[in-house]
């Protein structure tokens, strides 16, 4: 096994041992061995952009992205667990302060297990509606609350919950046993069935005021658009991944199966769905790539090129899921199959971490924005 | 907003290089004191940018407390924060 610090190679290699062929199998029982996520956590494979001054491997958010990508291909589920303790992690290294990332950032590294919590029952796209509270009391933090949809609760020890502190908002890192805490597994999800949402409700958690990243009040925006640039990144990876297994899906299926006295892939209509496949395939990895390559340059372009990068692999990955279920038709149309998985999962990427139409809106305003300067005068 | 031991000279070659890429980014004119969030025009997003532009181009980080919305609100403030992480190294 890759010791944390362990490149992408190693990493990779490691995921798909302990995925092996189980996908379809965690996809219909709803849920993924814990084992399997410790040991993905302890190798550091869960946020691997930690970097090895705290425990973690270090890649850059290229190598993390084909990472993502890889493991995508496998099981959205497991990739899904990825983005949110990636999210986790990225909220103690941007929001906590240099004593929280350092005890914090290396058990994440170690196999302990961390997701997200954002979204409330009236709090979704528009996260600055959320009333989850955060308040000091003396020398402790004191939560309240109720959370939906937070990936990978089910399985986690730590929750990173996000809410209303004095005059902004802060997020708080939540011991999921702490008392006052109910996680709620979500036994029917519609897509990455086995990735563990859970709905958590927070009753008067009474925390160490040092479980407050950063210590103080932020705008809740700034928070937002933080912490969900990374998983943003992590989803358009973790797209392109499903697109890379459905385009081999359908390619496999197209040259092996004969309708008509001739493989499905020389009958005119549906060699164009496998043109279509590499397309969106292709168009998601140049999209990823690019933005990778700006969060490893530190360029500012980084903060559009990734909402752009999450457009273009969620869309792409919806539609090309539906076509290869397309063209593997009754052979894919189960419970479990790789393109039957891609075609739930693919859906609720163009829904989490900021849904088509407010990608769409943030990508609108940058073509104002980018206008020249008017001239005129 | 502290003043920085960091002198004067370094003081103004932060703030200049910071209007410049608000001047261009904003294709407008930007005053040391002016409040950029106050049109209500800036965004979070653009909050972001500024967060990765000043790590970028002084070679330092901004986390933690740092994070706070105040410290981008103008150029004085955005310098102020510059001069102090580059001695300091922040939170």
């Not at chain 1, 996260?127 to 308040?135: G, W």
Request: aromatic share 4%; net charge neutral.
């Amino acid at each position: 096994m890759p010791e944390a610090g362990g490149g992408l190679a190693d990493l990779a290699d490691l995921a798909a041992k302990l995925i092996g062929d189980d996908a379809g199998a965690w996809d219909r029982a709803g849920r993924i061995p814990v084992d399997v996520l410790r040991e993905l956590g302890a190798a550091g494979a869960l946020c691997a952009q930690v970097p090895p001054s705290h425990g973690g491997p270090g890649l850059s958010s290229r190598d993390n992205g084909e990472l993502t990508a890889f493991v995508g291909s496998l099981c959205s589920s497991v990739r899904s667990v990825m983005t949110s303790q990636g999210m986790a992690a990225w909220a103690v290294q941007r929001l906590g302060d240099a004593a929280q990332r350092a005890r914090l950032l290396p058990e994440l590294c170690r196999g302990r297990l961390a997701a997200v919590a954002f979204s409330e029952p009236a709090a979704g796209s528009d996260l600055t509606a959320m009333r989850a509270s955060i308040r000091r009391e003396g020398d402790r933090v004191v939560v309240d609350g109720a959370k939906v949809w937070c990936t990978a609760a089910a399985t986690a020890d730590l929750l990173v919950v996000f809410g209303r502190y004095e005059d902004g908002a802060a997020a708080v890192v939540v011991p999921a046993g702490a008392p006052g805490v109910r996680v709620r597994p979500i036994a029917d999800a519609h897509g990455c069935r086995a990735a563990g949402h859970a709905d958590i409700d927070l009753d008067d958690v009474r925390l160490p005021v040092d479980h407050l990243l950063g210590g103080t009040a932020q705008a809740l925006p700034m928070l937002i658009t933080t912490v969900l640039a990374y998983g943003r990144m992590s989803v358009a990876w973790g797209s392109a991944g499903i697109l890379t297994a459905c385009r081999q899906a359908a390619a496999a299926h197209a040259t092996t199966r004969h309708q008509s006295g001739r493989p499905l892939a020389g009958h005119q209509l549906v060699a164009r769905h496998l043109a279509e496949l590499y397309v969106a395939e292709q168009n998601a990895l140049r999209a990823c790539e690019h933005a990778s390559a700006r969060w490893d340059s530190g360029s500012a372009e980084m903060v559009v090129a990734t909402v752009l990068a999450k457009q273009v692999s969620a869309t792409g990955a919806a539609r090309g899921a539906e076509i290869a279920m397309q063209v593997l038709a009754s052979a894919g149309a189960h419970d479990g199959h790789v393109v039957a998985r891609a075609h739930r999962d693919a859906k609720l990427m163009e829904i989490i971490e900021g849904s088509n139409e407010i990608c769409q809106l943030i990508l609108a305003r940058h073509t104002v924005e980018a206008l020249p300067a008017r001239t005129g005068r | 907003m502290t003043i920085s031991s960091a002198g004067p000279a370094a003081s103004a070659q932060v703030e200049s290089s910071i209007q410049q890429f608000l001047e261009k980014r904003l294709k407008a004119t930007v005053a040391p004191d002016f409040d950029i969030f106050a049109s209500g025009t800036v965004t979070s997003m653009f909050a972001m940018e500024l967060v990765v532009h000043l790590e970028q181009t002084f070679g330092i980080m901004i986390a933690g407390p740092d994070l706070r919305m105040d410290n981008f609100r103008t150029i004085v403030s955005m310098t102020g924060l510059v001069l102090r992480l580059r001695e300091t190294g922040g939170a």
